[in-house]
């Protein structure tokens, strides 16, 4: 991959920036942050890494989403999430000196910057502040992670897509319906830890009793409290 100085845009006008471990930071540090990253664009489907890879230093996704995957000895794949606009990967095999330990691949047209590894240390010992926000993110992160891994433990199938359909739609807002786009069947699956087909089936129930209704590749919402009563009462 090639990354380049040409298409970095500007922090201050983007429009994820509040998402950004960018927002925690003050003005000089910002403005070496900014003159820190080279980025690169890509396409549906490329990977930005593959598990096994040594990282290259901080990847921030700028526009679009990456998932982080790891796939099963069976075949199976599972996301243990998915970063968008203002989300960074590439933080924790960095900072551990490890390699990757799963595959980070792009979900529809994505703009990603880089900052090289020994660049981003010495910022960090530059800017405490950013060093504490990064690790509260890490801390949050760990969180998220153990919660995921109780989910797939002890919910039930139809709770734990209600739960991924949940945080994958924006809630409704006037005149806007809540609605689940750009993502593919098979990733709601990987997102819930089932087959693809056990995704269906349930998807298939949630339309067929009007919790959503299926619109070429978008999902709906209509009936979002029933799907939280869902994830709230089923294990």
Not at 148 to 160: E, F, G, L, N, W
Request: include cysteine.
């Amino acid at each position: 991959m090639w990354f380049g100085k040409r298409d970095t845009p500007d922090c201050d006008y983007c429009l994820a920036k509040g998402k950004c471990l960018y927002a925690h930071m003050d003005r000089p540090a910002q403005y070496e942050w900014k003159n820190l990253r080279t980025s690169s664009s890509f396409q549906d489907g490329e990977l930005l890494f593959s598990e096994g890879d040594k990282p290259p230093g901080l990847f921030i996704v700028c526009k679009g989403k990456i998932k982080i995957c790891k796939t099963s000895i069976n075949g199976q794949q599972l996301i243990s999430r998915i970063e968008e606009a203002g989300g960074m990967t590439g933080h924790i095999a960095m900072l551990s000196a490890g390699n990757f330990q799963a595959n980070g691949e792009v979900m529809g047209d994505t703009l990603v910057s880089l900052i090289d590894t020994a660049l981003f240390i010495e910022f960090l010992k530059k800017h405490p502040n950013a060093a504490i926000a990064l690790m509260q993110i890490m801390a949050s992160e760990v969180r998220k992670g153990q919660s995921q891994a109780c989910d797939i433990a002890y919910k039930s199938a139809r709770c734990r897509m209600a739960d991924v359909l949940i945080k994958s739609a924006p809630p409704a807002q006037p005149r806007k319906k809540s609605i689940v786009k750009d993502v593919k069947r098979r990733e709601l699956a990987e997102m819930a830890g089932l087959t693809v087909e056990t995704a269906v089936r349930i998807l298939a129930e949630f339309e067929k009793k009007h919790i959503i209704r299926r619109n070429g590749k978008e999902i709906i919402i209509t009936n979002r409290a029933l799907l939280e009563k869902i994830t709230a009462t089923e294990n």
